[in-house]
């Protein structure tokens, strides 16, 4: 008897090390994740000539990628709440949405688009295959792109510590200090998030949308 229980206590201590290596490798790979930037892009130094989304005019405007689907720009979001807020009367926003050319409406207007429509002084634009996003040389949801009240680019990159959190950052940091007019300021910061355009991965399969 008691050389069976030895045994029952051995297999026991023996699952739990393994599930705590189990949980522990878990969480190592979602922080490793969390704190992987999405590819940095190459936006264009003045703002695009043939681009339809309305321009500068003697105001800085916030261009920020978005992708609907994409979980971790619901922090984006909640930080250019934040800007729009602290910056009334001295920012505008643009926040266009990738969406492919056969998507219906019901595939883009999610959540994040109603949250990014509620934010004041947010501009919501829809994006059919990546069209603007490729003329802003954008490739990761979320992507924040600051131009002056001219047309040229102050700012590249994202306005969150990490994947899906919210919270001081060194990219809100920045935006804010080059609207108040600081030239030493950080012109780009990583951006966490989703591919935006990645076709295969985000878009659901087939197109009964």
């Given at each position: 008897?008691?050389?069976?229980?030895?045994?029952?206590?051995w297999h026991l201590r023996a699952l739990a090390g393994l599930w705590l290596i189990a949980v522990t490798g878990g969480l190592g790979v979602l922080l490793k994740y969390s704190a992987t930037p999405g590819n940095a892009g190459d936006p264009p130094y003045h703002w695009p000539t043939n681009s339809p989304i309305r321009p500068p005019s003697g105001r800085p405007v916030l261009v920020m990628m978005a992708h609907p689907r994409c979980p971790c720009t619901r922090a984006s979001l909640e930080e250019l709440d934040r800007l729009m807020a602290r910056n009334a009367g001295r920012l505008e926003a643009r926040?266009?949405?990738?969406?492919?050319?056969?998507?219906?409406?019901?595939?883009?207007?999610?959540?994040?688009?109603?949250?990014?429509?509620?934010i004041p002084g947010v501009e919501v634009i829809l994006d059919r295959d990546a069209i603007e996003a490729r003329r802003f040389?954008?490739?990761?949801?979320?992507?924040?792109?600051?131009?002056?009240?001219?047309?040229?680019?102050?700012?590249?990159?994202?306005?969150?510590?990490?994947?899906?959190?919210?919270?001081d950052?060194?990219?809100?940091?920045?935006?804010?200090?080059?609207?108040?007019?600081?030239?030493?300021a950080r012109r780009r910061t990583p951006v966490f998030g989703c591919a935006l355009h990645d076709f295969e991965a985000l878009a659901p399969a087939g197109r009964g949308l």
């Amino acid at each position: 008897m008691i050389r069976a229980l030895a045994g029952r206590d051995w297999h026991l201590r023996a699952l739990a090390g393994l599930w705590l290596i189990a949980v522990t490798g878990g969480l190592g790979v979602l922080l490793k994740y969390s704190a992987t930037p999405g590819n940095a892009g190459d936006p264009p130094y003045h703002w695009p000539t043939n681009s339809p989304i309305r321009p500068p005019s003697g105001r800085p405007v916030l261009v920020m990628m978005a992708h609907p689907r994409c979980p971790c720009t619901r922090a984006s979001l909640e930080e250019l709440d934040r800007l729009m807020a602290r910056n009334a009367g001295r920012l505008e926003a643009r926040v266009v949405f990738f969406a492919p050319a056969y998507a219906g409406e019901d595939w883009w207007s999610t959540e994040l688009w109603s949250g990014a429509s509620a934010i004041p002084g947010v501009e919501v634009i829809l994006d059919r295959d990546a069209i603007e996003a490729r003329r802003f040389g954008a490739e990761t949801s979320g992507h924040a792109l600051l131009y002056d009240g001219e047309g040229t680019l102050m700012f590249s990159g994202g306005i969150t510590v990490a994947r899906g959190h919210a919270g001081d950052n060194a990219g809100l940091g920045a935006i804010e200090a080059l609207i108040r007019g600081e030239k030493t300021a950080r012109r780009r910061t990583p951006v966490f998030g989703c591919a935006l355009h990645d076709f295969e991965a985000l878009a659901p399969a087939g197109r009964g949308l």
